[in-house]
């Protein structure tokens, strides 16, 4: 292998090393070193510390020593050398790596429980099958790594593991080592589980803000990563609740306005308030199409959707100031004009609409509707909502 070629290959080992490894830390504080004579063919438990918020793995070694027997060194000196989990396979090869380099010639065979009472149980039956894992062949030293997706024996309720062990001598005491080292995942630690964002999910999707949204997932993600970043899970429990709520108010204030967000938030009102005009529902799109317009976001066609919707309810002042409105901001917008000219006409001003209908009468509304085409679609709503229609004949006479 030449020059060039090693340096490669250290440069690949580098970059493996690198995006493999896992975000978070062995916790050393809390990890868990006991020793204990269990007396010939008796059984015993031992528990491991706490495991803190966000242990996603643990690697745990036993090891059975003879009276003059000493350890040569810890689990968590051991561990130092090995940045993250990934460097510990989950086959006999990582046990083998782990496991300590002395051990008597007594032996055990051991079993882990997730909770007191089946752990107490095994003590008076000496049975496994409340286990998470059960070792059943007799061992003198063993060593496993355990992770949450892969083992029953962890898990986002799970505090505390006991080992069960029963003694394989029939006359002599023994002594057993037990170490356990936790792996912290460093988001995880923050207190933030999947049962944890989907109650921030939950509550967001009940706001105010959310229900004016057709699809409110991304307001509701931009919320919850906002608290998450924010706060540990413990903290954010502590609150009170009129707190809470100015947190979501706050960042709900935040995601509202993010460009992205509101764009679809935007889309999401004009497409409901376009459904219930086809519903003739106009009282229930006219608080739609105000939202839009209250944040400023507001388009010519907009204005012209409220002013036709305002027609339709008779409210003809606010009719006409809304498409004012709506003339200021694209005065070529031809769905504007024809509203301006509707809204003239059933408030029986016959002149002011004339002009608008006789000056635009040859040109296209959209791409593929003529102006004299959505004027008759127009007055047949109309009719049929028992606006004045006396002028809608000559109007159309206009035309011909």
């Known amino acids: 292998m030449n020059l060039k070629q090693i340096a490669l290959f250290l440069l690949m080992t ?40 966000g242990t996603t793995e643990i690697v745990y070694r036993i090891t059975l020593l003879d009276e003059n027997q000493q350890m040569a060194n810890s689990l968590v000196s051991v561990l ?31 079993a882990l429980f997730t909770s007191g009472e089946n752990a107490k149980k095994y003590i008076e039956d000496g049975k496994t099958d409340k286990a998470c894992y059960a070792q059943v062949d007799a061992v003198s030293k063993d060593a496993k790594r355990l992770s949450l997706d892969k083992s029953s024996c962890l898990g986002q309720n799970v ?53 004016k949204m057709a699809n409110s997932d991304d307001f509701c993600v931009c919320i919850m990563d906002k608290i998450t970043k924010q706060y540990r899970y413990s903290e954010f429990q502590k609150l009170l609740p009129i707190e809470k709520n100015k947190v979501y108010k706050d960042f709900g204030n935040a995601c509202y306005k993010d460009a992205d967000i509101s764009k679809n938030v935007y889309n999401d009102l004009r497409t ?12 229930e799109a ?62 029986d001003d016959y ?3 004339k002009a608008i209908y006789k000056k635009y009468q040859t040109q296209n509304v959209t791409d593929s509707l003529s102006w004299t085409e959505k004027t008759k679609l127009d007055f047949a709503a109309f009719q049929k909502a028992g606006l004045p229609s006396k002028d809608f004949e000559k109007v159309l006479k206009l035309y011909n």
């Open 286 to 347: 006219i608080p739609k199409l105000n939202t839009i317009i209250n944040d400023g976001k507001a388009t010519a066609l907009d204005y012209s959707s409220i002013g036709y919707c305002y027609i339709l309810t008779k409210q003809y002042a606010k009719a006409i100031k809304s498409l004012k409105e709506g003339e200021k901001l694209d005065d070529t917008e031809l769905l504007v004009k024809l509203n301006l000219a509707h809204v003239y006409l059933v408030s």
């Open 351 to 353: 002149s002011e609409a």
């Open 159 to 211: 505090n505390t593991i006991w080992f069960g062990f029963h003694s394989k001598n029939w006359v002599l005491n023994q002594k057993i080592v037990l170490e356990v080292v936790p792996w912290v995942d460093t988001k995880l630690n923050r207190g933030w589980n999947q049962d944890n964002k989907n109650e921030i999910i939950s509550l967001c999707k009940t706001s105010t803000m959310a229900q």
């Open 14 to 53: 580098v970059s493996y090393n690198t995006f493999a490894q896992k975000d978070g830390y062995w916790d050393k504080e809390r990890a868990t070193t006991k020793e204990i004579i269990v007396y010939a063919r008796d059984r015993i438990t031992l528990t491991t510390e706490d495991l803190p918020v």
């Open 272 to 283: 409901q308030a376009s459904t219930l005009i086809k519903q003739q529902k106009y009282n």
């Open 80 to 110: 130092k050398a090995i940045p993250d989990p990934t460097g510990i396979s989950q086959g006999s090869a990582g046990a083998v790596f782990l496991m300590s380099k002395i051990s008597g010639d007594d032996t055990c065979t051991y």
